[in-house]
DNA sequence: TCAAAAGTGTTCGGCGTACACCCATGC
DNA sequence: GCATGGGTGTACGCCGAACACTTTTGA
């Protein structure tokens, strides 16, 4: 496994390329799809944001490094990710060369604060539909991940992540159409859904001018493959 | 993006992992599922399989890696190469701190020759049934390969890749098969793939003791998404 | 009584699945 | 003439898609 070696014209640690982690969280905010960007505070990139990532250490796993930088730098925890893919471009940071592993989760955000380091003057919610400038590849990592979360959606059982223990079937169908960007028909969404038997009913949720809703919890919050729409 | 240093115990360059690429080469041989293996030469492996790769350069994407290590290690050129998966144990070679970018291609492999380098003291096809053992996590790997493999064999036009340019339907379905490891229905295979609009027909094929044979061959040879079964 | 969201059933067409026999050829 | 793979059509059932009205409540 021994490689040719190039010049040592570089410093310390540059003979070859650093590995880093970066981490896309998700989640439905006021009916829009959402993301923690965190803002960078020192030149070049003073004032721009970017995804939570750092570099991956030595004595950690880079799924380790995944949970340990979102913990740093969004102070979220318990969170599952999912890795997404490996972004290695020269040029993809400008000043060094790092290639970067993303991650991905979906989580339900309600009543959570998010909380950076000092390292980082600003962190917050975006929808993905109305994003600043992003530093590096991000923009790229996102579509990545829209893409494959779009997927995941349809045959798989991700979107417990999304709601809280129990919801109504309009909240999980609204969820869906948030997510596809796309209207989806009541009755067929309900019959389809129920007939899968991920959903066990619980109370009803008597709240605002209207009939009260059945509300529903999942029977497992484990990931499961399931041909959903 | 600057990080706390660890202890300053260990060589130059170690103070961060290093990233690798390792490749996956798939091809339809004998009625079988077989995939491209090289045999390490210099101990601790001395005697021991292992895919196809090596360390990432600074001045070069993962990508181009990729396909420089399958070039030096086995010969093989114009390879499409799609990325698998990062796999990043912190233990996952036990000699040192390496992070590998996993990549998978299926090539078409009638008529073409091997040829590893020096540094390895053979190379050739295993059926993925009958494996070795392999070093580092390389049977992860492939367990991972595998189930992307079957699951992209559905949803895109991947086939191609494993076909010369003109085949014949049973061809096409036996590959299905090998794949899939299973029996599909010939009249619903044709009937399905056909109406998929993917092919064309060409020639007669006379060949064997039996009736000749409709050659077709793919419209377009570029990644498609498309419900095949 | 009005506005708001919840809840519910039927029809239709298309697609996947199961299934068996004849065809053209080389030997 | 026989062995070998190639080629083809129908019937049925299920599921996805389209579609509208009634229910319950708070104000």
Same mark, same amino acid.
């Given at each position: 496994?021994?490689?040719?070696?190039?010049?040592?014209?570089?410093?310390?640690?540059?003979?070859?390329?650093?590995?880093?982690?970066?981490?896309?969280?998700?989640?439905?905010?006021?009916?829009?799809?959402?993301?923690?960007?965190?803002?960078?505070?020192?030149?070049?990139?003073?004032?721009?944001?970017?995804?939570?990532?750092?570099?991956?250490?030595?004595?950690?796993? =880079? &799924?380790?490094?995944? %949970?340990? +930088? /979102?913990?740093?730098?969004?102070?979220?925890?318990?969170?599952? #990710?999912?890795?997404?893919?490996?972004?290695?471009?020269?040029?993809?940071?400008?000043?060094?060369?790092?290639?970067?592993?993303?991650?991905?989760?979906?989580?339900?955000?309600?009543?959570?604060?998010?909380?950076?380091?000092?390292?980082?003057?600003? =962190? &917050?919610?975006?929808? %993905?539909? +109305? /994003?600043?400038?992003?530093?590096?590849?991000?923009?790229?990592? #996102?579509?990545?991940?829209?893409?494959?979360?779009?997927?995941?959606?349809?045959?798989?059982?991700?979107?417990?992540?999304?709601?809280?223990?129990?919801?109504?079937?309009?909240?999980?169908?609204?969820?869906?159409?948030?997510?596809?960007?796309?209207?989806? &028909?009541?009755?067929?969404?309900?019959?389809?859904?129920?007939?899968?038997?991920?959903?066990?009913?619980?109370?009803?949720?008597?709240?605002?001018?209207?009939?009260?809703?059945?509300?529903?919890?999942?029977?497992?919050?484990?990931?499961?493959?399931?041909?959903?729409?």
């Amino acid at each position: 496994m021994s490689e040719p070696r190039l010049n040592n014209h570089q410093p310390r640690q540059a003979d070859y390329p650093k590995a880093a982690v970066d981490v896309l969280i998700f989640s439905i905010r006021d009916l829009g799809l959402k993301i923690v960007l965190i803002k960078m505070k020192k030149p070049p990139f003073a004032g721009v944001w970017t995804l939570p990532g750092g570099l991956v250490r030595l004595n950690e796993s =880079i &799924d380790q490094a995944a %949970v340990r +930088e /979102l913990e740093e730098k969004t102070g979220l925890k318990n969170v599952y #990710l999912e890795q997404l893919y490996t972004f290695g471009d020269v040029k993809r940071d400008p000043l060094s060369r790092v290639i970067s592993v993303a991650y991905f989760a979906l989580i339900n955000s309600e009543g959570i604060s998010l909380q950076t380091t000092p390292k980082y003057s600003a =962190i &917050d919610w975006f929808n %993905v539909k +109305e /994003l600043p400038t992003l530093v590096y590849d991000h923009s790229e990592m #996102l579509k990545v991940a829209l893409q494959r979360l779009r997927a995941k959606l349809q045959y798989t059982n991700v979107v417990y992540n999304l709601l809280p223990p129990t919801f109504t079937l309009g909240e999980l169908r609204r969820i869906y159409e948030i997510m596809l960007d796309c209207q989806l &028909d009541k009755r067929n969404f309900c019959k389809k859904f129920l007939s899968l038997g991920l959903l066990k009913s619980t109370d009803l949720r008597r709240e605002g001018p209207h009939r009260p809703a059945q509300l529903w919890s999942f029977k497992q919050r484990t990931p499961t493959i399931v041909e959903i729409l």
